[in-house]
């Protein structure tokens, strides 16, 4: 497998349970494009986690086909396909009796790298996902909070540079909060690092938030619609799809956007509340009901104005 | 029997001629025949009580971590092994070494074979236990990055057990340190001798009575220091918790 992002194919893909009716993933076909997130939305039962563990062969296909790069996952050795797709699970799963930097070293351990390598590479990685190299290397895992483990399961997903990421509701115990800085920094990450994620969740936000494109899975793990997070909220392809994404969908939409997007006509007057450009045109819908204003003043991260957006525009 | 309790000398021996005051009265601690009969009676019968805990435990560890093995791996076969180590801890003490006494005869290997089978119920128990005392998470985690499945065992499994394992070592050999002491009752060996042979005199040797006992008592102390010492140096991470 190739180091850089790979392409991942799902052709048909299905699961079924020996001895349970129906399938628990169901002629699933769908195409993530090398280093876009795909998330796995749906209610449980949808399938969400069986069609990830299909991924990398935790559960085996009943039929179908996976391909990464092209090559169905079959024709992989099982521990070199493993080894070469990152995992994150939503309890992290670290090894309590390993250093956070043993644990982090686990998959170069095993693919025979170099002591001096694995050090360097996990002194980069903790900088890369927020920790400190010196001070939390030698730590425990049980001297972790959560979100500092799931920083340590990530890097370590991370290691061996895998071209595919598979996300088992990864942010999914962790307080909302902490949540949503994992999310942001995930994302900062992302547009760096260039991934192929498959990241799996109940939580429509945050599919919302993450995905490049939305799976939606329903009972019986059958596709129900597979599209960018714009056209799911604008466009759901059907009743089921317009109830789970929910009947604030339109509010919804407005997190996709930004007021930099936006067309701002030049600032005339003073006492507008003032927002900064990266802000969702949600949060300034919100600010414009809470100060029962009309319009605001869009300023640039050193508080500039650059111009004011209308309530108009902001809902058009 | 009697050879050997003339041999071992006390207070009934008058040639010795010049005993304290203390040993006259029977005390109950007599520090001067403690002196002197150190090297004749009291370090031999403690030198012999560790070989005997030691090799119990060590042979007993081998067999009860095989068993282990397969009680862990093949799950049908962990009832019938627990129930059969079980079993063997049910017996008296007193009763298997006597019962042994006709197929090894009185020699160590009699107390032997007793002392490793009632070591075998806790060191099994707490070996399969702490094999499967793994969280799934880590399991999982474990198999999603491609470890196989003797280096899960290796590298996770078993490490995860040591707690557990060193637990069931201190168990077992306390517990092998005080019934090795009863076994002298059959097979004059070991730190029991002395206990035995001061509760036949007459009127109790009390001092060697005392000497004796607060030995035993004391190197299953120091045995059960030692290995809470190596426990927490082999897991520096289960003091976190």
């Known amino acids: ?316 | 029997m009697t050879g050997w309790r003339v041999a071992d000398g006390g207070p009934v021996i008058p040639s010795f001629g010049h005993a304290s005051q203390c040993l006259k009265e029977n005390g109950w601690f007599c520090t001067d025949w403690i002196r002197d009969h150190w090297g004749d009676t009291l370090q031999p019968a403690l030198v012999q009580h560790i070989e005997l805990t030691l090799i119990a435990v060590a042979i007993g560890f081998a067999i009860a971590f095989l068993l282990a093995l397969v009680g862990f791996r093949f799950r049908l076969l962990d009832p019938p092994l627990g129930a059969f180590t079980d079993f063997l801890y049910t017996l008296p003490s007193l009763a298997l070494f006597q019962l042994l006494v006709p197929i090894t005869g009185l020699t160590v290997t009699t107390i032997e074979v007793a002392l490793v089978a009632f070591t075998l119920f806790v060191l099994y128990r707490n070996i399969v236990a702490g094999l499967r005392s793994v969280p799934a998470e880590v399991l999982e985690s474990a198999r999603g990055m491609g470890l196989t499945r003797t280096q899960t065992f290796l590298r996770v499994e078993l490490p995860l057990a040591v707690p557990a394992i060193m637990a069931g070592l201190r168990i077992a050999t306390v517990s092998t340190i005080s019934i090795a002491t009863v076994a002298a009752f059959v097979i004059h060996y070991g730190l029991g001798a002395p206990i035995f042979d001061a509760l036949a005199e007459p009127d109790i040797f009390r001092t060697k009575l005392v000497a004796a006992g607060a030995l035993a008592i004391l190197l299953a102390l120091g045995a059960d220091a030692l290995l809470t010492v190596l426990q927490r140096v082999l897991t520096p991470w289960n003091r976190l918790r």
């Open chain 1, 1 to 316: 497998m190739p180091t850089e992002a790979a392409e991942l194919v799902f052709d048909e893909a299905t699961k079924v349970y020996p001895g349970r009716d129906g399938a628990a993933v169901d002629h699933l076909s769908l195409t993530v494009p090398a280093g876009e997130i795909c998330v796995l939305v749906g209610p449980s039962g949808g399938g969400k986690t069986t069609a990830l563990k299909l991924v990398n062969r935790l559960i085996p296909l009943t039929s179908g086909f996976i391909r990464i790069d092209g090559r169905p996952i079959g024709d992989y050795d099982l521990t070199d396909l493993r080894r070469s797709i990152g995992y994150v699970i939503q309890q992290v799963g670290l090894f309590p009796h390993m250093t956070v930097e043993a644990n982090i070293g686990t998959v170069p351990r095993l693919l025979g790298w170099q002591k001096s390598r694995i050090r360097v590479r996990v002194a980069d990685l903790l900088m890369l996902v927020g920790l400190d190299p010196e001070e939390d290397r030698k730590r425990f895992p049980a001297e972790l909070s959560g979100g500092q483990r799931q920083r340590v399961g990530l890097a370590r997903a991370l290691a061996a540079n895998p071209p595919l990421m598979l996300m088992d509701e990864p942010f999914g115990a962790i307080d909302p909060i902490v949540r949503t800085r994992l999310q942001d920094e995930f994302l900062r990450l992302q547009r760096e690092l260039r991934k192929t994620v498959v990241f799996v969740t109940h939580d429509v936000d945050e599919a919302i938030k993450v995905g490049d494109r939305i799976a939606i899975l329903r009972e019986g793990g059958r596709l129900a619609q597979y599209d960018t997070p714009q056209r799911v909220l604008a466009e759901p392809a059907d009743e089921f799809v317009a109830e789970f994404v929910g009947r604030d969908r339109a509010l919804k939409a407005l997190t996709l956007r930004t007021l930099g997007e936006l067309e701002l006509s030049p600032v005339t007057g003073d006492g507008l509340p003032r927002l900064p450009a990266d802000a969702s045109l949600r949060d300034a819908l919100a600010l414009l009901v809470a100060e029962r204003r009309d319009a605001l003043v869009v300023v640039d991260a050193d508080g500039a104005p650059l111009g004011v957006a209308g309530r108009e525009d902001i809902l058009r």
